[in-house]
């Protein structure tokens, strides 16, 4: 502080010369900001190439569907050829819009069994950051997308949307909204985080119910993962917040789409903290049932990146299992079960470089293979993703050097 | 006058140059090797240093309360790094620095989309959780909060830097 205002008295004795010299530096420092490298993204156009956040999705013929995020524009494309070769894309959106670019932030897309493709994704609605929910669909093959509409009429915060497809083509939503802040407030009730709010559409996402509270009291600020356990239970992996600020994880299966389940703690980390952790979990549930789940964790009992698995319809977990190098920051988990295998994939960082480590367990999350390198890149990257078509499992991957990636998990027969 | 007006001139240039560029003057950019630099730059002062960012909920309630830890601790050197993912904020982030009285300490926001890099620097086992307070004492000892600071722990922390003095 003191060092701020002798620096302020410095350019008020120095005139011209000083002042312009300053300005000159503040012009080149300013300039730098606004530079390349200062960018998430490698360019600021619409196209795939300068998107931050990527997110797949096979449909049932096969093809791979691409939503991405790129200047401010939302767009899909597909691919017949995994991932080498994309159709012309088409804008979702219609104008530049202040796009969610929260961490844990990114566009979703499920695709159904007619073909029909339902997306969402947040925005910045205001100046305070306050998100909203928008969502269309195509019923053209991704020809034309319908105009965006705000997935609920609520005009308090929405973020961190999450869609999954059920198997008679219900598209399930579920978000963190902050609605029940304000009676809470006004009531002189005491509130923390946001709300785990649902809603589901049973015409392919061209409309949704009215939005339902499935449980108060989550953590604002990291990505949800989605699921169906089985046909019309969708169930859903948060970070809650417990008894005394503790923001662990826990997982609800709805008894049906409109009745939410009970929660059930994944692991007791002990992480009381009262911040914005930007980094949520990921689940998936294996065709016997089995939940697997991986995330992050700064708690007092555990440090770092865990997995577990439940074989009770997510009721107990298994020991949570440590992924990845300490010493290499791994971030960013995520597990999926797939024909040949559960498959998880992390980031590491090693001060210089980014990989993603794989690994994958043939026996239902008992046993994993030794992690191993299967993608790297030297500049900043979005989320590694999993996706499957039914008889391969991939990685997707967004690199701002390298650009999209998808890559096939070896192993698998 | 001759003076007055050459100041005058200078200082025109300084707003023209600051607002043609879309960013605060007061906003410096975090990139690689800045963490260095704020290191040496504080050597053997007591040094509160504070990530925070716009869109992070806890920050906002806490950066008020900082803004007057500061006020009433000149002694201490505060720093502030904005330290969201994407660094395309500046006026965003200097109004709030404003509204919670932090104008006039050194803060930064961070400039270079490579993160995992810059926040490996800072502290490699850091994944970008925020707010996040980092207390250097005058003998470079490095203290972390994780979340919300509690203003008290700060005074007391700051009230043995001044015993040690």
């Not at chain 1, 089985?230 to 600020?245: L, T």
């Not at chain 1, 998880?344 to 210089?352: L, N, S, Y």
């Not at chain 2, 500046?90 to 932090?102: E, H, R």
């Amino acid at each position: 502080m003191i060092r701020a205002f002798e620096g302020s008295r410095a350019v008020i004795r120095t005139g011209l010369l000083g002042i312009v010299a300053l300005a000159f530096l503040q012009g080149a420092a300013l300039g730098q900001m606004r530079a390349q490298h200062a960018s998430e993204a490698a360019c600021e156009e619409p196209t795939l190439r300068c998107a931050t956040k990527a997110t797949p999705a096979f449909g049932p013929d096969g093809t791979l569907w691409l939503v991405w995020m790129a200047g401010g524009q939302v767009s899909v494309a597909s691919s017949q050829d995994a991932g080498r070769s994309f159709s012309a894309p088409t804008q979702v959106t219609t104008r530049r819009l202040n796009l969610d670019w929260g961490p844990d932030a990114r566009p979703k897309i499920v695709v159904d069994r007619k073909g029909g493709i339902a997306v969402a994704f947040s925005i910045f609605r205001d100046e305070a950051f306050n998100g909203q929910v928008l969502y269309t669909r195509s019923a053209d093959g991704g020809k034309s997308f319908a105009e965006l509409k705000p997935i609920t009429a609520s005009n308090e915060s929405q973020r961190f949307e999450a869609l999954a497809l059920d198997q008679d083509g219900t598209v399930f939503a579920a978000w963190l909204d902050k609605r029940n802040r304000v009676p809470a407030k006004e009531a002189g009730r005491k509130y923390e985080g946001a709300a785990l709010f649902f809603a589901s559409s049973r015409d392919g996402g061209a409309t949704y119910a009215e939005a339902a509270l499935a449980r108060d009291g989550t953590c604002e600020c990291c990505r949800l993962a989605l699921t169906f356990a089985a046909p019309g239970r969708p169930a859903v992996i948060f970070r809650n917040i417990f008894e005394g600020g503790v923001r662990d994880h826990a997982v609800m299966t709805f008894a049906d789409l409109s009745t939410p389940g009970e929660i059930h703690r994944v692991s007791n980390d002990d992480w009381r903290i009262n911040a914005c952790p930007h980094h949520g979990p990921s689940l998936t549930i294996a065709p016997n049932a089995t939940y697997h789940v991986a995330w992050y964790t700064n708690g007092k009992a555990r440090k770092g990146l865990f997995y577990a698995h439940s074989r009770d319809e997510g009721r107990t977990f298994s020991a949570p299992m440590a992924l990845g190098r300490p010493d290499r920051n791994p971030t960013r988990p995520f597990v999926l079960a797939g024909p040949a295998g559960t498959v998880m994939v992390w980031k590491e960082f090693d001060g210089e470089k980014t990989s993603v480590q794989m690994t994958i367990s043939h026996d239902d999350g008992e046993t994993w293979s030794p992690p191993k390198a299967i993608s790297s890149t030297t500049d900043t990257s979005d989320h590694p993703l999993l996706v499957s078509n039914g008889q391969h499992v991939y990685l997707s991957w967004m690199t701002k050097a390298d650009g999209y990636r998808l890559t096939a998990i070896e192993g698998q027969p | 006058m001759r003076r007055r007006f050459a100041g005058i001139l200078g200082l025109s240039i300084l707003i023209a140059s600051a607002s043609a560029l879309g960013a605060p003057p007061g906003l410096k950019p975090f990139e690689r090797g800045t963490w260095q630099g704020v290191l040496k730059g504080h050597a053997g002062r007591p040094t509160l240093v504070h990530f925070w960012g716009v869109t992070c909920g806890p920050c906002k309630v806490e950066l008020p309360l900082l803004g007057r830890f500061a006020k009433e601790h000149p002694e201490i050197d505060v720093v502030t790094i904005s330290a969201d993912l994407v660094p395309n904020l500046p006026a965003a982030t200097q109004s709030m620095l404003d509204k919670a009285g932090l104008s006039s300490t050194e803060n930064f926001i961070f400039n270079d989309g490579f993160v995992e890099r810059l926040r490996f620097e800072i502290d490699p086992a850091w994944q970008g959780d925020i707010p996040r307070t980092m207390l250097i004492s005058r003998d470079g000892i490095i203290s972390t909060i994780e979340g919300s600071a509690e203003i008290s722990d700060l005074e007391k922390w700051s009230a043995q830097q001044l015993a040690k003095h």
